[in-house]
């Protein structure tokens, strides 16, 4: 079974930023969609970032718009979540998520339509 492993993660203060990386344990894995969500205990799992293979586009949940950028590398299954200024309220545990078939934009903000998950990564922002 294929893997998504990330890193990144960890404890900044407000205001502060953090880069997270997201890859594939097999090279022939090759999903033309990944993106990136967030889930605090006891919450649904939301939306952060979307970025699209064969598009090179990118999309962002309206809480993070203007502070996280992410980027991919199209010939490698690779993508990478910049979060500048973070905010107390930014402090979740981090999925990457990718789907081998395209997705309708629509669609894009529902954690169903992906098939492949990380483990998580925490990230904790502090006052």
């Known amino acids: 079974q294929v893997n998504l492993i990330e890193t990144g993660g960890g404890m900044v203060q407000v205001g502060g930023s953090l880069r997270l990386s997201c890859r594939a344990s097999?090279?022939?894995?090759?999903?033309?969609?990944m993106a990136w969500f967030r889930q605090a205990p006891g919450k649904e799992r939301e939306f952060v970032a979307y970025?699209?293979?064969?598009?090179?586009?990118?999309y962002y949940g309206d809480s993070v718009k203007g502070r996280f950028t992410i980027s991919g590398i199209n010939a490698k299954n690779t993508v990478f979540l910049q979060m500048n200024s973070l905010e107390p309220e930014d402090t979740d545990v981090y999925y990457c998520?990718?789907?081998?078939?395209?997705?309708?934009?629509?669609?894009?903000?529902?954690?169903?339509?992906?098939?492949?998950w990380g483990q998580g990564t925490q990230v904790t922002v502090s006052s």
């Open positions: 998520a990718a789907r081998i078939d395209r997705l309708v934009l629509s669609a894009i903000r529902n954690a169903e339509h992906y098939n492949y």
């Open positions: 097999d090279d022939s894995f090759s999903p033309n969609v």
């Open positions: 970025f699209s293979r064969n598009g090179g586009r990118s």
